[in-house]
Structure formats: structure tokens, C-alpha cells
């Protein structure tokens, strides 16, 4: 999912701190993906503007040494139909199938939404207090509303107390005369709500990162006490799994909204549900696949979300109904695939530069990027910025 002006500024940003003109400044650097997933996402564009910020589209594509992972660890099982599923796995990501009927191939297919929640999260009347049992669960789905919804239908599966925390918006120096109503009814997937509502056993999503790398955008916490001013709960799995933390209100800049504006509040939200691309990186034992109203609409989701389990029967599927024939059946999921990914052969993209020619010249890429102009930083600026920046030190000891 890396985008390719990400990996030519760290190159440049190596070669500039390192005083070198080899590439990545001459040292190891190492980057790992798979090509079946989810590509780079890129806000209103489409399957060009994806494969045009690409990395085999880049002129750096040439220069790697590139490496294959030879064992599947799912291989590895005695069971017969977990390792159907392995390897089915791996043609669903190459687009070797087309639309997908979950017939014990790739998950457990259900009727409706109701039954896919009570696979996902079956007793959770008597485990909504209980950590373990949320963190390894979820549901998963392509769009941010449908998420929504079904966080709704599980959070109101909980009989505990609710608390209401009502964000504070303001506006921005050229949008005064706008009324807050207008900022209070403004929603955002990047933006917590501005009328937060959250119990004691509420499963959250933080949207921000706090205190990397122990709360960061993507961790998940059970709540445990609910303050004025403090949410409290305890990491669901990672590295600090169960360790008790506190989540302040943050003020939130809103940029893709129609108005911009300001936005302090708890910066998370409710997640027994997230979207597929929010899932990278997880492997769940129990999970939830909503395809209703939205099916998959970009290259690897429907193969990203398929291996967020080890075990095909961990994978509970919904994809709606359609009519054929005069008869109703569950619809096929679609799976979207560009298999010129999987080619030898990528066209560079790149403009105004040459193309690699050889993996052992480091040097080369010392001619690739245009040198920046040098700019004088006047004296009086330095000295300032070093006295700020001692006071900055002074303060933190």
C-alpha cells in the first residue's frame, strides 16, 4: 500500500543525511508487500491514478533485489480443506477467479446480516467485559457506512450505562460567521462523531496516533471506566495487550469536509466493525465479511479481507441477494484484480528519468533526481532555532 513518492523521499531524505549519493545514503533497506493486496490509496482516483502511484512504477522498481517467501504457513495443516483453502487463496489474489460464491470454499455463507453478526460475535451478551474475547473477532467491509451500521446493531446488544460526550467545533479564521450546528453535523471517516456515544465494554478504534507505538491510528481498546474527560480501557492484542490506558480529548483538523474546521474530541470510534483496508496487518480467529450493499471495488480487497483468518470456517460471509430468473439467490462477491501487476514486464511511469540498467550501480541513482537549489538560512534564524530547540531538551528533562 506504500506509495511511490513515499519511498523517493526517504531515498532522498538517506542520500541528503548521510552525505552520499548512493541509493537509500548506501544503506540495507529492506521493504516487504504483497502484490495481491490492496494497492496505494489515492482519494478520488481510479484504477490509473492507483497503478501510476505504484512501486514497480517507479524508476527505484529497477534497482531492488527482489526476494520470494517459498513457504505457506497454512500449507502446513493436516486438514484438508484449510489447505483447499491456501491455495485457493493465493488464485483468488492473482484474479484466477471470477465472482466468488462462498460455497465452502473461501468461508461459512450466511442468509442475512443478523446471522453473520451472531457468527462474529456469538454470546456476546455474557462476554461484553471480556477483552480476549474481542480481540481476536471483527467484522469487515469495504465502505465506512456500512461499518457504521453495524457497529450500531452490536453496540446496542449492550445492557451497561450510556455516556454521551458532545464534541466542541470551531471554525476556522475565515469561516467565522459559519454556525457551529453546521461543523456539529459534519461527519468524516477521519473524524470521530461530534455526539460520541460509548459504554463500559464499548469496543473502540483510535483514529490518531497518541503515544506510538503503544496507542497509534489502527489500535483497538475495550473501555473499563468512562470519565469526564478520559476514556479508559485496556489494549485488545499486540505488544501491550491488556495494558490499561488513558485516551484524552484531542483537537482534529477536519480538510475533507466541505467546510474546514476544528473538531476536539475523543479521537476514536466504535469497532466491532471496520473497514477492509482498516484490517491490514490483523489476523482474527472469528471474522465477518459484509458485502450487501457495497461489494469490493478495488484491486486485493476481496483477497485481503478472504486472509485475515488461518482457517476457512473462520470466515463468515454475506453478499446479499439478487434475482435470477424470476427466483432469488445470494449474489457471487466480485473480485476486482489488475493482473498486469503479476507481469514481468511494469511500465516506469516516471517522467524526465532514465531508466535502471543495472542492479549493481549504486551510483546511479545519484543522477536520477534534478539537485535542489541550495537556500541561505541567515545566521540570526539559526541561532534562534538552536536557542528554542535547547529550551524544547531543557523541558522535556
Request: glycine residues 6%; hydrophobic residues 35%.
Amino acid at each position: 500500500m506504500a506509495n511511490k513518492i513515499t519511498l523517493t523521499a526517504l531515498n532522498i531524505t538517506l542520500r541528503d543525511v548521510l552525505e552520499n549519493d548512493k541509493f537509500m545514503g548506501g544503506i540495507v533497506f529492506v521493504c516487504a508487500g504483497d502484490f495481491r493486496q490492496i494497492l496505494p490509496v489515492i482519494r478520488g482516483g481510479g484504477k490509473n491514478e492507483e497503478l501510476e502511484h505504484f512501486i514497480k512504477s517507479s524508476y527505484l522498481w529497477e534497482g531492488l533485489t527482489k526476494l520470494e517467501l517459498t513457504e505457506n504457513v497454512r500449507l502446513k495443516t493436516n486438514y484438508v480443506r484449510n489447505k483447499s483453502f491456501a491455495k485457493n487463496l493465493l488464485k483468488l489474489g492473482t484474479g484466477e477467479f471470477g465472482p466468488v460464491y462462498f460455497l465452502e470454499i473461501f468461508g461459512i455463507s450466511v442468509k442475512t446480516r443478523e446471522e453473520l453478526v451472531n457468527k462474529a460475535y456469538d454470546e456476546i451478551e455474557n462476554n461484553h467485559l471480556n477483552a480476549s474475547y474481542f480481540e481476536k473477532r471483527a467484522i469487515i467491509s469495504p465502505t465506512n457506512d456500512d461499518v457504521d451500521s453495524i457497529n450500531s446493531v452490536i453496540y446496542e446488544k449492550s445492557e451497561e450505562e450510556e455516556v454521551v460526550y458532545n464534541s466542541v467545533d470551531t471554525a476556522t479564521e475565515n469561516d467565522t460567521g459559519i454556525q457551529t450546528s453546521v461543523f456539529n453535523a459534519l461527519t468524516s471517516p477521519s473524524l470521530p462523531l461530534h455526539q460520541l456515544k460509548v459504554k463500559i465494554g464499548s469496543v473502540l478504534l483510535i483514529i490518531r496516533n497518541i503515544c506510538p507505538p503503544k496507542l497509534c491510528n489502527g489500535s483497538r481498546i475495550i473501555v473499563t471506566n468512562l470519565k469526564k474527560n478520559v476514556i479508559v480501557g485496556k489494549i485488545l492484542g499486540g505488544s501491550y495487550g491488556g495494558e490499561e490506558v488513558l485516551i484524552p480529548k484531542i483537537t482534529l483538523g477536519a480538510q475533507d469536509t466541505p467546510v474546514p474546521f476544528k473538531r476536539k474530541q475523543f479521537p476514536v470510534k466504535l469497532s466491532y466493525a471496520m473497514t477492509i483496508n482498516k484490517s491490514q496487518g490483523q489476523t482474527f480467529e472469528r471474522c465477518g465479511l459484509f458485502l450487501d450493499s457495497v461489494q469490493c471495488f478495488a484491486h486485493g480487497q476481496l483477497y485481503f479481507a478472504c486472509s485475515r483468518v488461518t482457517n476457512w470456517n473462520s470466515l463468515t460471509v454475506y453478499t446479499g441477494w439478487e434475482k435470477v430468473n424470476d427466483e432469488y439467490q445470494l449474489r457471487p462477491a466480485i473480485n476486482r484484480v489488475y493482473k498486469e501487476l503479476f507481469s514481468g514486464e511494469f511500465d516506469n511511469v516516471d517522467e524526465n528519468l532514465p531508466q535502471v540498467t543495472s542492479e549493481s550501480e549504486a551510483s546511479f541513482f545519484a543522477q536520477e533526481e534534478p539537485e535542489l537549489e541550495k537556500v541561505e538560512i541567515p545566521k540570526e534564524v539559526l541561532q534562534a532555532f538552536r536557542r528554542r530547540r535547547y529550551q524544547d531538551d531543557s523541558a522535556r528533562l
